[in-house]
């Protein structure tokens, strides 16, 4: 993976709106594969920080969502 997909990785990961779905529908990486990427690449105090603001967050998650899906012009058009 290069740097540039790292950082957008992270990036879409700190988003709020930006559900774990998404994540691996552009990068094939599954929730808990983002997880370890961000703990590998972040401070230890940015990563615990992050897990707090996501833990439970319904946002983060396609299926619990209730806000409309977009689409970032950095994300793949279609498989």
Same mark, same amino acid.
């Given at each position: 993976?290069?740097?540039? %997909? ?19 529908? %552009?990068?094939?990486?599954?929730? /808990?594969?983002? =997880? ?8 230890? #105090? #940015?990563?615990?920080?992050? =897990?707090?603001?996501?833990?439970? =967050? ?5 299926? /619990? #969502? ?5 689409? #970032?012009?950095? %994300?793949?058009?279609? =498989?």
């Amino acid at each position: 993976m290069t740097e540039e %997909q790292i950082d957008r990785i992270i990036e879409m990961a700190w988003e709020d709106r930006t559900p774990f779905e998404a994540i691996e529908f %552009q990068f094939g990486l599954k929730e /808990n594969d983002v =997880r370890k990427l961000m703990r590998k690449h972040m401070k230890e #105090s #940015s990563f615990k920080m992050w =897990r707090e603001r996501v833990k439970g =967050r319904k946002t983060k998650h396609a299926k /619990n #969502s209730e806000g409309t899906r977009f689409k #970032s012009k950095n %994300q793949k058009a279609n =498989r």
